[in-house]
């Protein structure tokens, strides 16, 4: 058994949830904060079987797309009053990052 922790954009997450349960997996959400933009992400927590480990990684690949989007950043320079001025800067969000880790025990009790 596999364990798949798919960390993805809040913006994909209910249709990847939707997605996911329609082909009969289950998936716990968990919600998460992602560091470089601070924006919400979704943490999920899906147990698979060897077997359909492929067919459930395709799904993620499928909702999660990745695309551009603008950010403000602090500028490096300080402006007239002393503070730093924020600039708009392009960044690649969405797409999903994954691990899959082995399960040695699973039990649903």
Not at 24 to 44: D, M, P, W
Not at 54 to 60: N, P, T
Not at 71 to 88: E, F, I, K
Request: charged share 25%; net charge negative; glycine share 8%.
């Amino acid at each position: 058994m596999k364990l798949i922790i798919a960390i993805v954009q809040d913006e994909d997450a209910q249709k990847l949830t939707s997605t996911l349960m329609n082909e009969g997996y289950s998936v716990t959400k968990l919600a998460t904060t992602g560091g470089f933009l601070r924006s919400g992400n979704t943490t999920f927590l899906i147990g698979v079987d060897e077997e359909r480990l492929d067919h459930a990684m395709e799904l993620i690949e499928k909702v999660c797309k990745s695309r551009k989007q603008f950010a403000t950043a602090p500028s490096p320079v300080a402006d007239t009053s002393g503070g730093y001025a924020p600039y708009p800067v392009e960044v690649t969000v969405g797409g999903a990052t994954v691990f899959v880790v082995e399960v040695k025990d699973f039990r649903k009790i």
